[in-house]
């Protein structure tokens, strides 16, 4: 069956199987690496997807439920010129980053808070990032570079 969808700002036509996941389309016939097959199960997050802005897992998803959807996967979120972005970069500079496993999907979850509200309280972002697990950072440098995203962003619209 043939599905269409955006995907990180390009449409995409696509014959896929009905059986296929988000994850395997993502993966398999796409060759985007970055959401990663984890659990399988949707509990750690490492397949993690925005869908029309929303944070998604796509190894509990149907390819096919991304029909007329805008899908951005961490390939989708650098800069224009390649570079990382303003919150790949807090990671960076806040020591967020460290096996880089759970990354892709943990900067997808800090984008879909800031797309929500650029004023997160430290409780908001830890409830946003509640479905992705990291087993190296300890959560609090992930937190504060969210939470120095969301100032810069602030900041910015309030410059405009």
């Known amino acids: 069956m043939k599905i269409n969808f955006n995907l990180n700002g390009s449409d995409v036509e696509l014959e896929i199987s009905p059986e296929q996941t988000l ?9 985007l690496f970055g ?20 944070l998604r897992k796509s190894c ?49 979850a800090g984008e879909a808070i800031l797309k929500e509200t650029l004023t997160p309280t430290r409780t908001q972002i830890r409830e946003g990032i509640a479905g992705n697990l990291c087993r190296c950072t300890g959560y609090q440098q992930i937190v504060d570079a969210i939470e120095d995203t969301a100032q810069q962003r602030r900041t910015a619209v309030e410059e405009k």
């Open 35 to 54: 959401a990663k097959q984890g659990c399988d199960v949707g509990e750690c997050g490492t397949c993690s997807v925005l869908i029309n802005d929303e």
């Open 60 to 108: 509990l998803m149907l390819a096919v439920q991304v029909e007329g959807c805008r899908v951005v996967t961490i390939e989708g979120v650098s800069s224009p010129q390649g570079e990382p972005n303003d919150l790949q970069q807090a990671f960076l500079d806040h020591g967020s980053v460290q096996c880089g496993f759970c990354t892709p999907g943990m900067v997808l």
């Open 23 to 31: 994850l395997s389309l993502l993966r398999d016939k796409l060759g």
